[in-house]
């Protein structure tokens, strides 16, 4: 399995690589907060959100570094991003959901490596039809939303291998139906390809069934996907590694004592 690369001595903030996030809202900030402060600790050459005022101001406060952009604005950011990140913490704004639409339409056509995250999952495929995506889009469910996924695809085998509970199979049909590579999340996270290359990851983190730590996860991957040449499907799986290499860092003996703003923390630490 390839390694997380670190940046170059040659490098810049440009040739490092650019993650545009497209999440948070004024309903739930805290989302953006966490997977911009993740994708810092990860290490990308710049992180720009879109995201409401009253969530920029509160990212900044804690993490200077990111750029906040208002909607209107992000345009030229979201093209020329090496990766973008979209849906953590959108809720049901009508608004946050139509710049969550563009941003995925955007990223899809332009081959751009996409991650798509909680309420942008909900966009497909009424708004986002699957022919508009592609293996470089990352969708990462849990089970609930990849469920909810299958049904509104209308793909019995999909719905049926997530109603067994197997991860691997789940990831995998929802990989095939979507053309998207799946990281379908849980205690056992399957990575699927739409190949039908499925691999699964069960570290022993029962710390991570707490509310944030997807997003968490979404800033890893998003990051990762802007800074590593592996293909998304590797890349997935790297920022599963890593996201529980945090957990267990904070965490070794799985009492489960700690919340995802204390695993933003800890990536840094995490090998």
Request: proline share 6%.
């Amino acid at each position: 399995m390839p390694r997380v690369h670190g940046p170059r001595a040659e490098d810049h903030k440009y040739s490092r690589g650019t993650l545009h996030v497209v999440a948070g809202s004024d309903q739930y900030p805290g989302a953006a907060m966490l997977c911009a402060g993740a994708a810092v600790s990860t290490g990308v050459g710049m992180v720009t959100l879109q995201t409401p005022r009253r969530a920029a101001d509160l990212v900044l406060a804690r993490h200077p570094e990111v750029v906040a952009v208002e909607a209107d604005a992000a345009r030229s950011r979201l093209e020329s991003a090496s990766a973008v990140l979209i849906g953590p913490g959108s809720g049901e704004d009508q608004d946050r959901a139509a710049e969550a639409r563009d941003a995925l339409l955007s990223a899809s056509r332009s081959g751009t490596s996409c991650l798509v995250d909680a309420s942008a999952l909900d966009l497909i495929p009424e708004q986002v039809p699957t022919d508009e995506l592609g293996e470089h889009v990352v969708l990462t469910p849990h089970a609930g939303e990849a469920l909810r996924l299958a049904q509104r695809l209308g793909d019995a085998a999909a719905e049926a291998a997530l109603k067994d509970k197997d991860p691997a199979a789940g990831a995998a049909a929802l990989a095939n139906v979507t053309g998207c590579v799946v990281v379908l999340k849980g205690p056992k996270t399957a990575v699927a390809h739409p190949s039908g290359t499925t691999t699964t990851h069960r570290p022993n983190t029962p710390g991570l069934a707490t509310a944030g730590t997807g997003d968490v996860l979404a800033g890893i991957v998003g990051a990762l996907l802007a800074t590593q040449a592996e293909p998304p499907a590797v890349v997935a799986m790297l920022g599963v590694k890593l996201h529980g290499a945090a957990a267990q860092a904070i965490d070794p003996r799985a009492r489960g004592r700690f919340g995802a703003s204390h695993l933003v923390e800890a990536i840094r630490r995490a090998d």
